[in-house]
């Protein structure tokens, strides 16, 4: 009686096991520059291993190649891009079990010689005792860049941190007094290139307006809640919740006086996949 038992407990286990989903958990892919050394890891979960991996449309930078880790659970590309191209690839991973997840790609690999330019024009004003951030951004040339604040300062208890791919300077703090703010803002490629943007930020003593979103609810119905992303120009974005908003309302109070910002959701489903972002909305505080 004892063996059937543990049998038939092994058997309900297996299954629930494999019944699970594997998913690709990398997004996106650094772009890189020609002749220059490229690495990357593409990582999944869920779903039981080994995993198999596989590029099923389009094709790596050239002189780049893909090679499955030791635990099946990542696809790792190294190599030196030898031509300056825009190259889209879509990446599949099948699990133990048969389930499927697949994510298309970019990589643009530059030319030496590009120069490197700042791509952000403006940042959000804030709010004292009220948290801050934003995102400066950088493209072109060649990484790693060589960021600093060439005049000026941030607001004070604002800080300064270089991304770990150095193509953004993250902006992040509490601000703790009403100014304006003047500074400019260099980075330097690789190549010695330099590009310097200057900027204007007040903080104000206190929030005077709020931001009411709502939105239509998913049609998913495995959809358990929505994310709210805030940013400055469109393109950059910050998630405003902290965990999943349930319903299908939020309000933001952080925003300040004659700032323009860009809204969009997402939705998430129950095994925390996350959807495309939705159109964007664009308000202007007064």
């Known amino acids: 009686m004892k063996p059937w038992v ?31 050394a490229y690495s990357a890891i593409i990582h999944a ?44 690839l879509a990446v599949e991973v099948t699990g133990c079990g048969g389930h499927v997840s697949q994510v298309s790609y970019e990589v643009v690999i530059h030319a030496i010689g590009s120069h490197v330019g700042i791509t952000t024009s403006s940042l959000p004003n804030g709010t004292v005792n009220t948290p801050y951030s934003a995102v400066i951004s950088a493209s072109g040339g060649c990484t790693p860049y060589n960021w600093a604040i060439a005049s000026g300062a941030l ?29 400019a803002v260099k980075v330097t490629g690789c190549g010695g290139h330099v590009s310097q943007v200057s900027y204007n930020v007040v903080i104000q003593t206190t929030a005077n307006h709020v931001v009411a979103l709502n939105w239509k609810a998913s049609t998913t119905s495995d959809v358990v809640g929505y994310n709210v992303y805030r940013g400055p120009d469109g393109a950059t974005w910050k998630r405003m919740n902290a965990s999943l908003v349930a319903s299908t309302l939020y309000s933001d109070s952080t925003v300040a006086n004659s700032t323009t910002y860009y809204y969009a959701t997402t939705a998430v489903d129950i095994y925390g996949h996350e959807s495309n972002m939705s159109a964007s909305i664009k308000t202007a505080i007064p």
């Open 155 to 183: 607001p004070a208890g604002v800080t300064a941190t270089v991304s770990a791919t150095t193509r953004s300077l993250n902006l992040a703090g509490t601000p703790t007094t009403a100014a304006t703010d003047s500074l």
């Open 45 to 88: 979960s869920g779903g039981c291993t080994p995993y198999k991996w596989a590029i099923v449309s389009g094709a790596l930078p050239a002189g780049v190649t893909a090679t499955v880790s030791g635990t099946t659970t990542s696809l790792k590309l190294a190599g030196t891009p030898t031509t300056v191209a825009a190259d889209s």
């Open 6 to 36: 543990l049998s038939l407990l092994l058997v309900v286990f297996a299954s629930r096991y494999a019944a699970s989903s594997v998913a690709i958990t990398t997004t996106s892919l650094p772009n890189g520059t020609v002749n220059t």
